[in-house]
């Protein structure tokens, strides 16, 4: 196994010394490719101090972007190309302390990138050459996904976690605090999440098997665990900014603020137990752990009472702007002051109104000119409707066609049928009520007798079609029982029979309808 470990080593070495050859012959950045190969080479130790300056140097404000991207294309190149873990993990430990270390421009240039290249997405990579090499494998991908996650979680925030500068939240203040503890709501439901998810792949870079004792490995565990204390103190900071906004917030809001409350209860209970692992590391002597506290359980449960109660709109005091709601105009809105049906012409219901709008508003606008100024459309002024001992004309109207129906219910019944309530019958109007029809007066009166006459053969005739009707529909046993008594008379019956006949027909005689002689005619006396 040491021949093989030995062997393993030797290769590597040839290989940094033929790609540090091929750079110095073919490259155009051949200063900038020796420095990555040299800081990435295969010894089992970390980086050299002078290759990594170099590659801050290539990185740095002053030198064109091209630079900087073929930069990132060389560590790329490398990451992708390689199968040893030990490459690996020291690209990935030049690439977090230039993002540490190095210019923004660096952190600009590879979040461009990583749309197109993904350089840190190595979820295939493995070394099985030794049980080392596959235990350490296991943790260069998590460290690959850190990295990974701490670009997302930039983009999100705006700024770098790790540069940022702790502040002091007065002159006279004893403790400094994180950015998120200025935050506002909105803002804090959007970064603490991220946040949250930075911490969860950070815990996620806890070495195991025979990885823990690994020298390197320690190395970039200890750049990790020095993030970690300003990633809790965002999270503790944003946490307690969120708790004071909490009791205002609406139900959907709430909801969310409550699980990032509860999932950083859990984080907390984590986090305590990587730092208790890390301090028995020999790396680790010299940090000093934050103390991490628990929330008390009742404030859970009274946070979650809210959420049941939780308004699903925004509180009167924390709504702005056009949702903003004003206990004036409730009342206004209410009390339907505003109504322009209801607006009288006269000034008091006039003055009324325009008091109470621009004492909601302050000023007089268009709204007062809409409810104060009268319309030109209909200037007419409105009759009153009330008449003398407190009757409305409506409901007198009512009242006398509820009369005049009942008459005519009663003259239909008695035989008039519902075309006409006869000559002398009357109809009752309101002599109250304002006469509209010029000949109004004439309705009194009643018909001459030509009319009379005619509109009462008419009339007879349609009582007949009725009839005819209606027996046409009956059975015969039926109709034979509803017909009424006739004379069997033989100077009758034909004479009464031409009559019912004439009536039937709508074409026939007008005028057989009427009386006619009794004589029955014989022989062809009538024949010319």
């Not at 701490?150 to 006279?172: M, Q, W």
């Not at 309705?443 to 009339?459: K, L």
């Not at 529909?473 to 031409?498: D, K």
């Not at 009536?503 to 009538?526: C, K, L, M, R």
Request: glycine share 6%; charged share 20%.
């Amino acid at each position: 196994m040491g021949t093989f470990q030995s062997f393993r080593k030797a290769y590597g070495a040839l290989k940094d010394s033929t790609t540090v050859g091929l750079a110095k012959v073919n490259s155009e950045f051949k200063d900038l490719d020796i420095a990555v190969v040299k800081a990435t080479n295969h010894v089992e130790a970390p980086p050299k101090e002078r290759h990594v300056r170099k590659v801050f140097a290539a990185t740095s404000v002053v030198r064109p972007r091209a630079d900087v991207a073929y930069c990132i294309h060389a560590l790329a190149r490398r990451l992708n190309k390689t199968k040893n873990w030990i490459v690996a993990i020291k690209v990935l430990i030049v690439i977090h302390r230039t993002l540490r270390e190095g210019d923004p421009t660096f952190r600009e240039e590879l979040l461009a990138y990583s749309h197109r290249g993904h350089i840190l997405q190595i979820s295939n990579f493995k070394d099985d050459s030794s049980p080392l090499a596959w235990d350490c494998s296991a943790w260069v991908r998590t460290y690959a996904l850190f990295l990974e996650e701490r670009l997302e979680c930039f983009r999100v925030l705006k700024y770098d976690i790790e540069a940022e500068r702790l502040t002091r939240s007065s002159p006279g203040a004893s403790k400094v605090h994180s950015r998120t503890r200025l935050l506002t709501a909105e803002e804090l439901l959007e970064q603490l999440p991220a946040l949250q998810q930075l911490l969860f792949r950070l815990m996620g870079c806890q070495p195991e098997g025979t990885a823990c004792t690994n020298y390197l490995i320690q190395y970039a565990l200890a750049l990790v665990l020095k993030e970690s204390f300003k990633i809790y103190c965002a999270i503790n900071d944003g946490i307690i900014n969120l708790v004071d906004m909490f009791f205002d917030m609406t139900k959907h809001d709430a909801v969310k603020a409550l699980n990032i409350y509860k999932r950083a209860g859990q984080q907390a209970e984590f986090l305590a137990d990587f730092y208790e692992f890390s301090k028995r590391l020999d790396l680790a002597r010299n940090f000093q752990f934050p103390t991490l506290r628990q929330p008390p359980p009742s404030f859970l449960a009274t946070m979650e009472e809210y959420v049941k109660e939780a308004p699903h709109s925004g509180s009167v005091a924390q709504r702005l702007g056009l949702q903003e709601i004003n206990p004036k105009a409730a009342e206004l809105e209410e009390m339907n002051a505003l109504a322009l049906a209801i607006i009288q012409p006269g000034g008091e219901n006039r003055s009324s109104a325009s008091n109470a709008l621009t004492e909601f508003s302050g000023t007089s606008g268009w709204e007062l000119a809409l409810v104060t100024t009268p319309s030109n459309i209909n200037s007419t002024p409105p009759t009153d409707t009330k008449l003398a001992g407190g009757f409305d004309s409506l409901l007198l109207n009512s009242l006398y066609e509820d009369e005049n129906a009942r008459r005519q219910l009663q003259m239909q019944n008695a035989g008039y049928g519902p075309y006409g309530m006869g000559a002398g019958a009357t109809q009752v109007h309101n002599p109250y009520e304002q006469q509209q029809d010029p000949f109004f007066m004439s309705n009194n009166f009643a018909p001459p007798t030509n009319v009379q006459m005619a509109m009462s053969q008419q009339h007879q005739q349609q009582i007949m079609m009725q009839q005819q009707h209606h027996h046409q529909q009956l059975p015969p046993s039926q109709s034979m029982m509803m017909v009424p008594y006739q004379s069997t008379s033989p100077t009758q019956y034909p004479q009464q029979q031409s009559m019912a006949m004439g009536a039937s027909n709508p074409f026939g005689d007008p005028f057989s309808a009427f009386p006619q002689t009794a004589t029955p005619i014989h022989g062809n006396h009538g024949l010319l």
